[in-house]
């Protein structure tokens, strides 16, 4: 939900998924975003962020209604 006051109030647009794929040794984890990462990512306010931890140190941030987390 969106909600533009004086308008009212609106159901947000579906964002299009993609999948990414947990390898050996990767973990997930799910946290609201700082203001700063939800500018990067032009999210809505209210919606997490998943951050992959790579099992080579390497991090990714996504928005967590744009993907889907599989193994």
């Known amino acids: 939900m969106?909600?533009?006051?004086?308008r009212g109030t609106f159901v947000r647009a579906v964002e299009?998924?993609?999948t990414v794929t947990l390898l050996k040794g990767d973990t997930a984890t799910a946290r609201m975003p700082t203001p700063v990462e939800r500018?990067?990512?032009?999210?809505?306010?209210?919606i997490p962020v998943i951050v992959i931890f790579r099992a080579d140190g390497s991090r990714e941030l996504y928005a967590a209604d744009r993907i889907r987390v599989g193994r």
Do not use: Y
């Open 16 to 18: 299009p998924t993609e």
């Open 39 to 46: 500018r990067e990512l032009e999210m809505g306010e209210g």
């Open 2 to 6: 969106i909600v533009e006051p004086p």
